[in-house]
């Protein structure tokens, strides 16, 4: 008689037993996938939140006539020959008299209390009055913008120990810093600069910000949209609608699959040689990055839409012919509207992509740095065509510099696209969810 | 003379003709309509195509032609004429050619083919552009510099006053070395998670563990560099390396190829997932039917069925691997080494392009023209192993549809 | 009473729910070994869900549930206790379409008994599979080519090299789910008179959707109705003289 079902025998209680395991390496995979994700976003959070807070110093600023403007006409060539260097004492003393009126008690020399200021805040002082010179005269209210040393003691990222060992700064000038904040002189704010400024000078890291690159990066964006969009929907519409199955279509298919498998540091070397050394056109301008990105895009979006397409039902298209409309009028009336939403999806995510992308922008020069806000059209350098940097590329730039106060920076502008990518991908899943068909 | 002026003109002679060509259809049908092989409108778009197109292609012809021969300044007096002529031919051809009979939608149709034909052909100028871009400057790095030296000599070491050493040896080395760690990491990772989630896992899981995967497939190779740079190299220095006495880099082969197969997780798992799901549950019944465990079924079944795909992703992620730049930038290290000892740091072909065409050179020396010859091997191991995949792949699609 | 009566498997108010959908309404049967028994009815009338919980292989669907008993040898399948890995050694299956794996002809007849180690060495498992090709009436067409794969032959080679796979771990009970829907009349013919041969040692339960095929090779026949159980009886009484209308119509082929 056979055995009751009732109790598993020994082989099986083994069999069991390995399939329990199998599963547990199932979710340990899961879990360090997972793992790997929550460490990697941690890591960023933690190390970049801080670029988005920035310490200020509140002081009024004396702005003497007779520094500022010797004349007294307010005119503008005689103003403009006072430098930042002209300026910086000028600060030194708003900061001199209001630690003076707190009362707080200082070793410190006068030029050694100047240095917890950025050298920034000058220029930044300077601009303002020569944009307001009615300022000149009496004492201004500015936020001026704290050294890098002192934004990075209160962030923890320079210590009384390592302050001691820096010729930039010393635990004299941190004490100090830590008196201005109790008495309110001294703030952390957050910091807007950070997405609007351009990059600052490897001494300045309190300085750096974004603003040049999301200007490039929103430029190069538009490059690609336009580049790529048109001609990958027209490639699909040609080989998903109209082109015969041949040698020569088949090519193209390989072709295209293998495009998007190749390494983008090797579109990189294309735009290298074929837009920069062989069109001529500008180095590290966004019209060369765009069209790189957009050949780069190129192939997801002729996927993506050659989907679309297919998953529009043949019915549509007899239903079309069938009423006398030719093929391409099938195809523009009714089969595109319908592809319409997926071609969007692809498109978005394949910009996604691209905004992310490094390699080939170095290779193209975008990684020079760039202190003006490229103009979208200027008659010099045409369309898209001033020197640019990107967000990824600006990253990669901040890496490479000395002061670990610009490791903050390149984790805070690793924010900043992750942001974007959020909700560029968001908008995609939200299209694709909102315009889904079923046949 | 510039180009903008003859741009300006085609603009007006398309907006012209389009109307023309409306209100000459219109006329010649005597205001009905019905009388017309095509609607007034083709024929309007027929104009417009016509007297865009031409013109447009040969203003690019002009512009390319210009590059070949290195024709410096302002194109010379008979080129916009030329272009605006053609654009003028366009006009009054369309327009002339309007008569009841004439079917404008077919030649419309006919532009508008062409078109699309010239849209689906810049993908293989892509290929074209990628292969002269390199194909050239490498021939003029080999007549500097001997070819046997750069595959076969194990020493990479440029001196900017000449007489470089620039084996590729070394650089493969390390470029091999680090996919193979990142494989070795991401594969089985990968291939378990993917049968996990298609095998086992319940919708909830699912749906939390599928768009968690998509955002580690989304974040950029710039985020995953730093990561390596920041926070994995750091870490193994201190906890691996340094105890172990194998060394205190930062940079590394493991740092990089740990980093690197995080990032190939995601890419693993999709390709598995969607190959795994392609084997017909047919053949699922039929293990689970003769009393099988999930796990025999997927072990002894499934993944057998289902090998060709496995294989042909593992090497589209090799590609990948191999390909990959910002990460190695950022946590591979520069100094070219052939070493066992996988905490020190070694570069790949990739570090190396970025570095001989970022440095401030001279574009004629074999010091950066070596970028174009590393370019061009890197483009034909990662073009082998994409069509070799690719083939793989089709064939076993193939075989369950 | 000769051994054709014994009672194999006994179903009490089984009732299967696809999520909402009710796919089994209380249906109740005792089936008899050493016979054919037929399960007929239009389809998606819930025949085959019904036999896929003899072998519990509705587990394997997630949102499938069964409630109720189904007893087998006097055995309570349904009990938590029951291993459905060691319950489907003892109840073999065969599907519509055939399934043979991307193995040899003699890896898919061989891996049944590996898993359940029926074998205990190379000998006893070469004995295994030529016992099991033989009782599935195919050894001689595939003895000279063993090692050729199994998804190389034709369809109702295939299909009878899934009933020798399934015969192989030495099963007691073979359910067989439309075996013949997607055979050509000749290999139909072929596993007809298979099964006519298995009910010697087995209790076979067939789906069939075809009326012909019930009567052909079924001792007793089942009609089910949107997840009914209409009538049950023996073969020849329900195609001569069926008591219920529905079960008539259906016959007659008014409905289905």
């Known amino acids: 008689m056979t055995k009751s079902l009732y109790s598993a025998d020994a082989r099986t209680k083994r069999r069991n037993a390995a399939e329990r395991r199998f599963k547990a390496y199932g979710a340990a995979a899961i879990g360090i996938a997972m793992v790997a994700l929550v460490i990697l976003l941690t890591s960023v959070v933690t190390q970049g939140i801080g670029a988005f807070r920035q310490t200020y110093i509140t002081v009024d600023v004396p702005l003497p006539e007779a520094k500022l403007d010797k004349s007294g006409t307010r005119d503008m060539a005689v103003m403009s020959k006072v430098t930042t260097i002209g300026y910086a004492p000028l600060l030194r003393d708003g900061l001199v008299n209001a630690i003076a009126e707190a009362g707080i008690q200082t070793d410190l020399s006068e030029k050694e209390i100047g240095d917890l200021i950025s050298k920034e805040a000058a220029a930044t002082v300077r601009n303002r009055v020569l944009a307001h010179p009615d300022l000149i005269g009496q004492p201004e209210r500015f936020s001026l913008l704290a050294d890098g040393r002192i934004d990075g003691y209160f962030k923890g990222r320079v210590t009384m120990a390592s302050a001691a060992l820096d010729q930039n700064t010393s635990p004299e000038k941190l004490d100090l810093a830590d008196k201005l904040r109790d008495a309110g002189i001294m703030q952390i704010k957050f910091n807007w600069a950070f997405l609007t400024a351009p990059d600052a000078s490897d001494q300045r890291p309190e300085a750096a910000g974004l603003g040049v690159a999301i200007l490039g990066s929103l430029y190069m964006m538009i490059v690609v949209l336009v580049l790529a969009l048109p001609i990958g929907v027209a490639a699909s519409i040609y080989l998903e609608e109209f082109a015969p199955k041949n040698r020569w279509t088949d090519v193209i298919e390989v072709n295209i699959a293998n495009l998007a498998a190749v390494p983008s540091i090797v579109y990189g070397i294309l735009g290298l040689a074929i837009f920069i050394n062989f069109m001529q056109f500008n180095q590290s301008s966004p019209l060369v990055g765009g069209m790189v990105l957009a050949l780069m895009t190129l192939p997801t979006i002729i996927i993506s839409t050659r989907a679309a397409l297919k998953a529009v039902p043949p019915s549509i298209r007899d239903a079309a012919l069938g009423v006398g409309a030719s093929k391409m009028q099938s195809v523009f009336h009714h089969v595109l509207p319908l592809a319409a939403p997926g071609i969007l999806t692809g498109t978005i995510i394949g910009l996604a992509q691209a905004l992310g992308e490094t390699a080939p922008l170095l290779l193209i020069g975008m990684v020079a740095f760039v202190r003006d806000y490229p103009e979208a059209y200027s008659s010099a350098t045409g369309l898209f065509g001033d020197p640019s940097t990107a967000l990824p590329v600006q990253i990669y730039n901040w890496t490479q510099r000395a002061d670990p106060a610009f490791v903050e920076r390149a984790q805070g502008a690793i924010i900043t696209l992750l942001v974007f990518l959020l909700i560029m991908n968001t908008v995609a899943i939200v299209l694709r969810r909102r315009f889904e068909r079923r046949w | 003379m510039s180009l903008t002026l003859p741009l300006l003109v085609i603009i007006v002679l398309a907006i012209v003709g389009s109307f023309l060509a409306r209100r000459r259809a219109l006329s010649v049908s005597g205001g009905d309509i019905r009388h017309l092989a095509s609607l007034p409108k083709q024929h309007g778009l027929n104009a417009i195509l016509s007297t865009v197109v031409p013109p447009l292609l040969a203003i690019i012809a002009w512009l390319m032609a210009a590059r070949i021969m290195e024709y410096r300044g302002a194109a010379p007096l008979w080129v916009p004429l030329a272009i605006m002529a053609l654009a003028v031919a366009g006009v009054v051809l369309s327009v002339v050619k309007v008569s009841n009979t004439f079917r404008a939608r077919t030649a419309s149709e006919t532009w508008i083919k062409g078109l699309l034909i010239g849209a689906s052909t810049i993908a293989i100028l892509t290929t074209v552009g990628i292969v002269f871009s390199m194909l050239f400057e490498t021939i003029s790095f080999f007549r500097q510099y001997p070819w046997t030296e750069f595959f076969f000599s194990t020493n990479w070491s440029p001196n900017f006053r000449g007489n470089s050493d620039l084996g590729i040896i070394p650089l493969l080395w390390g470029t091999l070395y680090i996919s193979f760690i990142a494989l070795a990491f991401a594969v089985p990772t990968g291939l378990f998670a993917a049968i996990y989630l298609s095998e086992y896992a319940g919708p909830r899981i699912r749906g939390i563990v599928k768009p968690a995967i998509e955002i580690l497939a989304g974040i950029p190779t710039i985020v995953y560099g730093l990561f390596a740079l920041t926070t994995v190299g750091p870490f193994l220095r201190d906890y691996f390396a340094q105890p172990m006495g194998f060394g205190d880099s930062a940079s590394s082969v493991m740092t990089a190829g740990l980093v690197m197969g995080i990032m190939l997780i995601p890419f693993v798992s999709s390709l598995s997932d969607d190959i795994i799901n392609a084997v017909p549950q047919s053949m699922r019944d039929g293990s689970l039917g003769l009393g099988a465990t999930k796990s025999e079924t997927i072990r002894q079944v499934v993944v057998p069925a289902a090998l060709p795909g496995i294989v042909g992703a593992v090497l589209l992620a090799a590609s990948r691997a191999i390909g990959e730049t910002m990460i190695v930038v950022l946590g591979a290290g520069a100094a070219a080494r052939i070493s066992l000892n996988p905490f020190e740091a070694m570069t790949t072909v990739t570090v190396k392009i970025v570095s001989q065409l970022t440095g401030d050179t001279d574009f004629a020396s074999p010091e950066t023209l070596v970028a174009f010859a590393l370019g061009l091997t890197l483009f034909v191991i990662t073009l082998g192993l994409n069509v070799l995949a690719l083939y793989i792949v089709r064939r076993y699609r193939e075989q369950y549809e | ?256």
């Open chain 3, 1 to 256: 009473m000769n051994a054709q009566q014994d009672t194999k498997i006994s179903a009490r108010n089984v009732n299967v729910y696809y999520g909402e959908k009710h796919a089994i309404k209380d249906v109740s049967v005792e089936i008899a070994d050493k016979t054919v028994t037929a399960f007929i009815g239009p389809s998606g009338c819930g025949k085959s869900t019904f036999l896929r919980c003899i072998n519990r292989m509705n587990d394997t669907i997630d949102i499938a549930r069964v409630t109720g008993d189904i007893l087998i040898d006097g055995e309570d399948i349904t009990d938590p206790r029951v291993d459905p890995v060691q319950l489907r050694a003892k109840v073999g299956m065969v599907f519509q379409k055939p399934n043979p794996f991307p193995k040899s002809i003699y890896d898919n007849v061989a891996y049944g008994p590996k898993i359940h180690g029926l074998a205990r060495n190379k000998s006893d498992l070469d004995e295994i599979v030529e016992r099991a090709l033989r009782r599935g009436a195919i050894w001689d067409e595939v003895k000279d080519r063993l090692q050729e794969p199994g998804t190389g032959l034709s369809g109702g080679q295939q299909q009878r090299l899934c009933i020798a796979r399934a015969v192989a771990t030495e099963p007691e009970v073979l359910l067989m789910d439309e075996p013949c829907s997607a055979l050509d009349p000749i290999a139909t013919a072929q596993v007809e008179e298979l099964i006519d041969e298995l009910r010697q040692s087995y209790s076979v339960v067939i789906v069939t959707h075809s009326m012909q095929q019930a009567a052909r090779v079924s001792q007793k026949t089942a009609f089910f109705h949107l997840g009914n159980m209409v009538e049950y009886g023996e073969t020849d009484r329900i195609f001569t003289n069926p008591e219920d209308p529905r079960t008539e119509s259906y016959i007659s082929g008014r409905i289905g």
